[in-house]
Every structure is written in structure tokens, then in C-alpha cells.
């Protein structure tokens, strides 16, 4: 949503950048617009550090990871993404 407000103002998006990818999809979900999602961390990287210095309880990392797995989004159709805005 934010790379085509920012396309419908004439702005070329290649990259986005973010702190933690939850791993539902949005990688998946811009690429098909030209954006590479760039990530320090995936959610799962994370829960297992967390796991591993005794932050969670292995139950809650069983929970976060159900949660994500079942809440993938669906990447965006093409015919769905917002045109350039022309230069005219």
C-alpha cells in the first residue's frame, strides 16, 4: 500500500526496508509490484533467540509460530497495483 500512494506521486520504489518480517507474506506480496523487501530479522529468527535465552516459554514460540503459519496474506495480482503516475 505504501510503495503505490508513494508511485501515484512519481516515486520510483525498489527497496523497502524493515525491522522484523513476520513471515506472512509481504515479501511475497510486493515483490510482484518491483520491491525487494530487505529484513534484519525474521520472526522466527527472533522467537528462537528469545527460546534460547529463556525469554519464552517454549509454548508461547509454539503458539507464535502456529499463529504466523496460519496467517500468510495472499501476494497482491498484478492488475491490483497502482500505476506510475506519468510524467507529463
Known amino acids: ?7 501515484l506521486e512519481g516515486l520510483v520504489i525498489t527497496d523497502a526496508v524493515v525491522l ?3 513471515e ?3 515479501p511475497e506480496r510486493i515483490q510482484g ?9 525474521t520472526v522466527t529468527k527472533f522467537i528462537h ?7 519464552l516459554d517454549a509454548e ?3 503458539k507464535v509460530r502456529e499463529f504466523v503459519a496460519a496467517n500468510r496474506f495472499a501476494p497482491i495480482a498484478p492488475e491490483k497495483m497502482a500505476p506510475a503516475k506519468s510524467a507529463a
Open 60 to 62: 508461547t514460540c509454539a
Open 49 to 55: 533467540v528469545l527460546e534460547k535465552l529463556k525469554k
Open 24 to 26: 506472512q507474506g509481504g
Open 20 to 22: 522484523l518480517d513476520r
Open 33 to 41: 509490484d518491483g520491491v525487494k523487501l530487505r529484513a534484519a530479522l
Open 1 to 7: 500500500e505504501t510503495s503505490a500512494s508513494l508511485r
